[in-house]
């Protein structure tokens, strides 16, 4: 009980009960602000009132509860009461009873990863919700749990859940030996234990984020691992690759030959928005002979008056875009649509009518923005923008030579990059033929009877 | 690693120098070249760019060589000459048959300057009357010619590369089209043939047309064929000519697909004599056009008659017989099976 | 999760090394020697480069898990060893910095002209030297996807420039003397398959599937071969014999002329790409073979790049004018290059057998 005095004078939510039954002394001890204190009263002082249980014996076999547990050391004894558990003090020894206050949210749709057709439920940031929205996906008993208590202050659980037929074991493996390395004292998101895993980082995730478990069970089936983490929606893919970010998980749901088209447009998307601005500028600053002559002379029109360099209002366009933006992300909704006018007003027509930008510019600004939301992950999207500053600048003094050193650097980046033993740029190199089938074309006989080959050795569904 | 990314970002900003802004230059897109004693006097059209609507205007400049010209003209105006959309050349008759090769040389050494331009002779007016007439007629901005007029059956279209090509080569000459002013536009005339590099004559329509047959350049033209003072008129189709060489002789064969357009004769078309008979006719009429031409090929090899025979069997010789075999097909007549 | 290099992505690399020394000397001076019958010499000689392909390919057959300064040292001893090894990573270094110097005159004649070589140059050294520190595996990875997009250019010229052709432009044929056809075929050979030493640092047995790699190296000569042959009937139809070998640069000249639609005109800056990969995949291969050198004798990484440095500099000045550099090459290419190598070939596949 010495324990319990000292926390006692810090902490005013920490509640103690003396019962006194038959002249023996109990104590129910918990914290208010982690129990639901009807579970309290209605499963621990109302049983132990009513059959006077008052031996350490009798309380554990007649005290109606699911999960009691029987605590001997002090580190034990604080996780338990930090976790939302009652103790039960009687004869010395500790007694812990699940009493968990529900704080967390319900299952709601998913506010980041829209989709057309499918389920819309998300993961929550409870643990024990989150787990079981995968097992009522997979009834198999192949699924295997390994579980950690990360974090000295925090001590959040961390499961790392895979399929026992289909997984690399040697990839769980090493999965496995770098978490139970993991040193750190507090673990606010998923994000943290990717960083403490990998040793590189990289602009483009090898990584995938996801808050939905449909996407989830669909990749554990198809061999890979899964980190969940308490607190936190966002759930971890590993191993992931480029190609992931072409596909989605509504393609699966939709007909298939259709789905060939759209992947092919989101492939165009992405290297639209990387490459449009820096086009434009060197083909009209240093290249002036390619451009035909009539579109030339309409952009030669538009740009009389302008007193900008066009170097210039392109940084201009894309800081005020990027702004606008992030400006976007953070206003609350009351204000968001007069907002939103103030902004499409101010960099279109004002800006235009002043003389201070030329249109085409502001379209091809546009276009190579609004391509680059297609894809879900916020980090694809922030990459991309990275990319398209650097090779930008690299056109702007030296014209198409400088768009070949940067798209080349680009290629080198993406070539040299691994993801957790696999190589990042997987069906094209090491290439596959049969792989193809799932790259940007899916084929029905490939999405009923296959698995990805280089993941797993149990191919066939 | 990183740090020394940084440092050559920062680099960078000493590489601006082939940065041209696009309203700083001044787009050519045609260039009249004429004579002055013995230097080039050149005016340059240049395109509009400043508002909707508004004409292109000239620059003048003199020079001993043309490039020296045009370097002339870039010191004096206030944006700077660019030659990359360049799409025509008119040149002068007194400079040409002095100084053709030197004109061409330079369009085709520089880099910047495209391929494909196309060629003109202008026999009369100077090369800078003729650009201002086009200026002040209404026309898109950029083209001297319409494309119709261009490639129509009876004339021919040269550029700068066809020329030098044929220059080169043994056993062809080139041959080069002109222009002239009428009334307030510009029209295409009729072609000039040279033969070592001067021009010696000027080719008139029946000519042309034969000139067009032997070089299988026919498309779309219509003939009238006369038969007992009444006409019809037939359209070629299609046309293809193949020219065989032998030793000694050669011999071209044309194969043409017809269309009765309009008929005045007397004959009946359901019958199947008509049919050759007219078939007949019109080889007969197109045999005049070649005959015509054929006779100006002892004055210069413009028709690649000695070319051919060099191709084929590697010798140079002068004396060679020219026989044709023209094959009409008339494939439609029409709804009407005589006339009206 | 595998650590050995591709088969077909390391024998793309090919595909590029042994076009290198075309762009500047090499297709100009076939097309003025052997002239209507640049064709006939052009297959001569592909068939030539398979018989001195054969004789690399043979040397790399031996003791399949040494690289190659491992098998010189071994046949010839520790001192000639040494020597020859020294003289090997001579000949590689001259050859990064007359590839360096011939790519600068490229660069200032066509795409930037006033800017000064020396930023063109440090600016290309970025994705040169990123290449040269990764390893072999990322080499060939960047290697088969502008292989790639290289074909689809070509692809998409050849078929815009096709109706342009004049087939009586390929008459007369037969019309040169043999001897010139011969020592065209022997030209086009030496040029393209002398640089493929350089791909003999990776030891056969780093590659996965080593039985099929003398096949892939096979296939890949052959389609560099087929787009040599390619280019040149191209030329000849289009332009004659005689405006062709005129020109300096004459891939260039042949893209300036697609004009399709009166809307696709002067794409030549950016079809004639491939050149530039050409140039990156040598110099990347050349300053490879210094490096794996210098980790065979287990030197320090920072003389590679002082000498890095050191060659970048000197290739800016290499020499005097264009002229005058061509025509060195164009001398003495053969006597001091190809006729080195290959006499060290078939001497060690000679002593291979004893």
């Not at chain 3, 072999?136 to 088969?144: A, G, L, N, P, Q």
Request: glycine content about 2%; hydrophobic content about 40%.
């Amino acid at each position: 009980m010495d324990i319990i005095n000292e926390l006692i004078k810090d902490n005013p939510d920490l509640k103690i009960r003396k019962l006194n039954i038959n002249n023996k002394k109990i104590y129910i001890i918990y914290f208010e602000s982690l129990c639901n204190s009807s579970s309290i009263n209605e499963y621990i002082l109302y049983p132990i009132e009513n059959n006077n249980l008052n031996t350490y014996k009798k309380i554990i076999n007649k005290l109606p509860s699911s999960n009691l547990l029987e605590l001997n050391n002090k580190e034990d004894i604080l996780l338990n009461l930090y976790s939302g558990f009652t103790l039960i003090y009687i004869d010395k020894k500790y007694i812990s009873f699940e009493t968990k206050e529900k704080l967390s949210s319900d299952i709601t749709e998913a506010s980041n990863e829209k989709g057309i057709k499918g389920p819309k439920d998300s993961f929550t940031e409870n643990y024990q919700t989150n787990l079981g929205l995968i097992r009522k996906r997979i009834r198999s008993d192949k699924l295997k749990v390994i579980e950690h208590t990360l974090g000295k202050s925090s001590k959040t659980k961390l499961a790392l859940i895979y399929m026992d037929n289909i997984t690399n074991k040697k990839l769980v493996n090493d999965i496995n030996e770098k978490i139970k390395k993991i040193d750190i004292d507090y673990i606010p998101n998923t994000n943290y234990i990717l960083e403490l895993i990998s040793k590189k980082n990289y602009t483009l995730p090898n990584y995938l984020m996801t808050e939905r478990p449909d996407l989830t069970s669909y990749h554990l089936m198809n061999g890979r691992c899964i980190i969940l983490l308490e607190n936190t929606i966002e759930v971890l893919i590993l191993p992931s690759f480029f190609s992931d970010y072409i596909q989605n998980i509504d393609d699966y749901y939709q007909n298939t030959k259709n789905i060939s088209i759209t992947r092919i447009i989101r492939l165009l998307a992405f290297i639209i928005s990387i490459l449009t601005p820096s086009i434009y500028i060197a083909l009209t600053t240093f290249n002036p002979e390619t451009l035909p002559t009539s579109i030339l002379i309409n952009f030669s029109i538009q740009r009389s008056g302008v007193p900008f360099p066009s170097i210039i209002e392109a940084i201009i366009l894309i800081i005020s875009f990027e702004i606008l933006r992030e400006a976007d992300a953070r206003i609350p909704t009351l204000v968001s649509s007069s907002m939103s006018i103030v902004g499409a007003l101010v960099l279109g027509e004002a800006a235009v009518n002043a003389g201070l930008i030329s249109p085409i510019m502001i379209i091809v600004i546009a276009l190579s923005s609004v391509a680059s939301f297609l894809f879900n992950d916020i980090d694809v999207v922030n990459s991309i923008r990275i990319w398209k500053i650097i090779i930008l600048l690299l056109s702007s003094f030296l014209g198409l030579y400088g768009l070949f050193i940067g798209s080349l650097l680009f290629l080198i980046k993406i070539t040299s990059m691994s993801s957790f033993g696999y190589d990042y740029t997987l069906p094209i190199y090491p290439f596959s033929l049969k792989e193809q089938s799932n790259n940007i074309i899916l084929t029905k006989k490939y999405k009923l009877n296959f698995r990805n080959k280089f993941l797993t050795k149990n191919k066939r569904r | 690693m990183k740090k020394i990314i940084i440092v050559f970002f920062i680099l960078l900003l000493c590489g601006c120098s082939d940065y041209k802004e696009l309203n700083d230059l001044a787009i050519i897109s045609t260039i009249g070249i004429d004579k002055d004693k013995d230097d080039y006097k050149i005016c340059m059209e240049v395109l509009n760019t400043n508002k909707k609507d508004s004409k292109n205007y000239i620059i003048y400049s003199k020079g001993k060589t043309l490039n020296e010209a045009i370097n002339k003209a870039n010191d004096k105006s206030d944006k700077k000459i660019y030659g990359g959309h360049l799409n025509q050349l008119i040149v002068s008759k007194d400079i040409f048959n002095k100084k053709n090769t030197e004109i061409i040389d330079s369009f085709i050494r520089l880099t910047e300057v495209k391929d494909e331009i196309d060629l003109f002779l202008s026999k009369e007016d100077t090369a800078c009357e003729l650009l201002e007439t086009s200026i002040k007629s209404n026309k898109e901005s950029y083209k001297l010619l319409d494309n119709s007029l261009k490639y129509s059956s009876r004339s021919s279209n040269t550029n700068i590369d066809t020329y030098i090509s044929n220059t080169l080569k043994y056993g062809i000459d080139p041959v080069i089209s002109t222009i002239k002013k009428d009334k307030d536009n510009i029209v295409i005339d009729n072609i000039a043939i040279t033969s070592n590099g001067k021009i010696i004559k000027y080719l008139n329509e029946k000519e042309t047309i034969g000139y067009n047959f032997i070089r299988n350049e026919i498309n779309n033209f219509s003939i009238p064929v006369k038969y007992k003072d009444k006409y019809m008129t037939i359209k070629i189709n299609k046309s293809k000519t193949t020219n065989k060489a032998y030793k000694n002789k050669i011999i071209i064969n044309i194969n043409i697909d017809a269309y009765i357009t309009e008929y005045n004769l007397d004959l009946d078309l359901d019958d199947n004599k008509t049919i050759s008979k007219l078939e007949k006719l019109t080889e007969k009429e197109i045999d005049k056009y070649i005959k015509e031409v054929i006779k100006l090929d002892n004055k210069s090899n413009f028709l690649g008659f000695k070319r051919m025979i060099y191709e084929d069997y590697k010798i140079k010789t002068n004396d060679y017989s020219i026989s044709t075999n023209i094959k009409v097909n008339l494939k439609r007549k029409g709804e009407l099976k005589r006339k009206i | 999760m595998n650590l050995k290099i591709g088969n077909k992505e390391y024998s793309s690399i090919l595909f590029f090394i042994s076009e290198t020394l075309f762009l500047s000397v090499g297709l100009s001076e076939i097309l003025s020697l052997s002239k209507n019958d640049s064709i006939i010499a052009g297959i001569i000689g592909i068939i030539l480069s398979f018989i001195f392909l054969y004789i690399v390919l043979k040397f790399n057959d031996y003791e399949k898990d040494l690289n190659i300064f491992e098998k010189i040292d071994k046949l010839y001893g520790k001192y000639i060893g040494t020597f020859i090894n020294i003289v090997l990573v001579i000949l590689s270094s001259f050859y990064f910095s007359y590839v360096l110097w011939s790519q600068n005159v490229y660069v200032q004649n066509k795409y930037l002209e006033e800017t000064s070589p020396i930023i063109t140059t440090l600016f290309f050294m970025l994705p040169v030297i990123l290449l040269v520190r990764s390893n072999m595996k990322t080499i060939s990875k960047v290697s088969i996807a502008i292989f790639f997009i290289t074909i689809l250019e070509l692809l998409f010229s050849y078929f815009n420039l096709y109706p342009k052709i004049d087939f009586n432009n390929f008459k007369p044929i037969l019309n040169t003397s043999f001897k010139d056809i011969i020592i065209s075929s022997i030209k086009y050979a030496s040029y393209s398959i002398t640089p493929v030493i350089m791909l003999l640092t990776v030891s056969k047995n780093e590659i996965e599937y080593p039985k099929d790699l003398n096949k892939n190296l096979y296939i890949f000569n052959l389609i560099s071969g087929i787009k040599f042959l390619l280019t040149i009937s191209f030329l000849i139809g289009i332009f004659g014999i005689d405006l062709s070998k005129l020109f300096y640069y004459p891939e260039y000249s042949l893209m300036k002329k697609i004009n399709t639609l009166n809307f696709i005109q002067n794409v030549q800056n950016i079809l004639t790409v491939n050149s530039i990969y050409n140039l990156l995949i040598s110099e990347v291969l050349s300053l490879y073979f210094i490096k794996t050198y210098f980790k065979y004798k287990n030197m320090n990484n920072i003389f590679l790049y002082i000498i890095i440095i050191i060659l970048t500099f000197i290739s800016i000045n290499l020499f005097s004018n264009s002229t005058q550099g061509y025509n060195f090459i164009k001398n003495n290419i053969i006597y001091l290059y190809t006729i080195p190598i290959f006499i060290l070939l078939i001497i060690s596949n000679i002593k291979t057998r004893i």
